[in-house]
């Protein structure tokens, strides 16, 4: 009830209009392909390219003999490209069938000879990532040299083992070093068997790991595992024995049968690392076949596709993975063991209402036509199609390679965020140019630009002087609307990502004017930002009681209504000359 006022006076009020909503944490890309090593199946937030590189590798040799050769994988050189402008980016890493790390067996130091026997095992330590590429066992060569070391692996080192108090000293050394010329990854001292010590090896080092749960299912989901967070960057605790209260309270050993499950000063490899059923050899860049995609057969669940379909089912849950853009390099939708993944990865981004999916339409070889078949034969706003591929260079390989434009075009949309913002074209020369692109696969005429862009495909146009650069910026949307431009979905993205972000924090919270008012000091001044900074000509808020009417209300609902002129791009210009005859006037 509002206050009766009688007597004379000066009444003051307080409207709270100060209300802060929380910052919307950094958004970034989805990437979902093979890479050199890491954990599978589990997405992992990188901000550097060196980042990834640390977790997921770069360059790695294929083949035996005469025809082995090094590679390196698209996702690592989408990799590259996003995180030249971006700061975040979500890896999902996929192996095929049954994958699994590596391990190394550390023998307690009464094992004597018998180091093969579960009995005398000390702990065992496990890979954080999988794959063969984690195995460093084989022959030793001089200085103590793994002769299957590589960057990529590691060993262990016991040393410095204290009976006397119950500790010693792990080493976590690289691969390919030698015993008199260490590389030190991690070094931890001072550590325990005993679980009631701080320095306890699983508190340390750490214990948790992350498993997929109903694998191949609709719902698959993460489950963590083990008491104490991973502190290594490489390995983790998975068994060990324990020497419960090795000291007493005086400082004495408590028993001395203790000491013999002290580990033994010595150094060894990781084995039993499995890529699982990936394909050798495996068909890389231009190679890329229907039933090779760098060693996955898309047309077999266990060969790959469980793996992406897995993947992509992970990322649809947009309360874990905050996500704006999804890129799959290495798939081709006129492959049709691919095409079936690319329908669900749309689906997937189209059920969020929040990402967008850069495809590519056709292998490399492919003509004109199949690539606009291709486009023509999808319908989504949620998704774009570029052609054709490009060819870049790799100083790590010394060597040029072709890729698909799903390489190369997410650097293209980080570069156009971070110079202009999510609603301005991707495209042109100011924001679509692929800088790193030696030649196109094909230098398109006017004619072919304007046969692709009709059915849907954004021509990557070459221009003397000036390079290589995306042209063109329509969604596969068949409707003509404003939705079949990339700005303007990616637009509606953005706003929905801030708005949902920045008002789940009035969720239970009372269905009234104030609280209303709340949301429209939240949503008004955003889109103000919006509108100055070009994104829309006009837009209007309502949430009043107009919508929110009382049988609303009792629903337990609170409705608001955004009413959005999104900015249009300037995609042809018209000039007109009109030449005069001497001495006429100009028109005003």
């Avoid at 994958?99 to 026997?117: E, I, L, R």
């Avoid at 060693?295 to 469980?306: K, R, Y």
């Amino acid at each position: 009830m509002a206050e009766k006022i009688v007597s004379p006076g000066v009444f003051t009020r307080e409207v709270d209009q100060s209300f802060l909503p929380a910052g919307v944490a950094a958004i970034g890309a989805a990437l979902v392909g093979p890479t050199v090593k890491g954990p599978a199946g589990i997405p992992t937030i990188v901000s550097s390219y060196s980042e990834y590189a640390q977790i997921f590798g770069d360059t790695f040799s294929s083949g035996s003999g005469t025809s082995e050769a090094s590679y390196a994988y698209l996702t690592s050189y989408a990799a590259q490209e996003y995180l030249r402008h971006a700061d975040t980016l979500t890896v999902v890493r996929v192996l095929a069938g049954n994958f699994s790390p590596a391990s190394a067996v550390v023998s307690q130091s009464n094992a004597g000879t018998n180091t093969s026997s579960s009995i005398f095992n000390c702990f065992t330590l496990t890979s954080l990532n999988d794959g063969e590429i984690l195995n460093s066992n084989g022959p030793t060569g001089t200085n103590g040299l793994f002769l299957s070391g590589s960057k990529d692996n590691f060993k262990f080192e016991v040393t410095s083992v204290n009976n006397a108090k119950g500790t010693f000293n792990l080493l976590i050394r690289r691969g390919d070093d030698t015993d008199k010329r260490k590389s030190i990854l991690e070094q931890y001292n001072n550590l325990t068997l005993d679980p009631n010590s701080n320095n306890f090896i699983s508190k340390v080092i750490g214990d948790q790991s992350v498993t997929l749960r109903d694998s191949g299912g609709t719902d698959p989901f993460l489950q963590m595992s083990g008491s104490f967070v991973n502190k290594s960057k490489y390995v983790r605790v998975t068994t060990h024995v324990t020497t419960y209260n090795y000291l007493d309270a005086n400082g004495n050993i408590r028993d001395a049968n203790l000491s013999g499950s002290l580990p033994q000063v010595s150094s060894g490899s990781f084995q039993g690392g499995s890529d699982g059923d990936v394909q050798h050899p495996r068909k890389f860049y231009n190679e890329i076949t229907n039933t090779n995609m760098q060693g996955f057969n898309l047309g077999v669940a266990a060969e790959g596709l469980t793996a992406y379909e897995d993947a992509i089912n992970i990322l649809s849950n947009q309360d874990e993975y905050d996500i704006n853009l999804l890129m799959l390099p290495g798939l081709v939708d006129n492959q049709s063991n691919a095409a079936a993944v690319i329908t669900k990865a749309v689906d997937m981004c189209e059920d969020r209402g929040d990402c967008f999916a850069i495809v590519d339409p056709v292998a490399y070889g492919s003509t004109l036509s199949q690539a606009t078949t291709q486009a023509e034969g999808r319908d989504s706003n949620y998704a774009a199609m570029y052609w054709p591929w490009v060819q870049v260079p790799d100083n790590d390989l010394g060597k040029n390679v072709w890729v698909p434009p799903s390489v190369v075009m997410p650097g293209v949309y980080a570069f156009n965020d971070r110079v202009a913002a999510e609603w301005f074209a991707p495209a042109g020369l100011n924001r679509g140019g692929i800088d790193m692109a030696i030649m196109a696969e094909r230098k398109l005429t006017h004619t072919n630009r304007d046969t692709l862009y009709l059915s849907n495909v954004n021509p990557i146009a070459t221009f003397p002087n000036t390079g290589i650069c995306a042209w063109g910026q329509k969604t596969l949307q068949k409707k003509a609307s404003a939705l079949d431009r990339v700005n303007v979905r990616r637009l509606l993205i953005a706003a929905k990502k801030f708005i949902a972000s920045a008002t789940k924090f009035l969720v239970f919270e009372q269905n009234t004017a104030a609280t209303r008012l709340r949301f429209l000091n939240i949503v008004n001044p955003y889109l103000e930002s919006v509108q100055q900074r070009q994104g829309l000509y006009a837009f209007k808020v309502v949430m009043d009681e107009t919508n929110n009417t009382p049988d609303v209300i009792d629903r337990n609902q609170m409705v608001g209504q955004l009413f959005l002129q999104p900015t249009k791009t300037a995609e042809f210009i018209i000039i007109d000359f009109n030449i005069l005859p001497t001495g006429a006037a100009f028109p005003e």
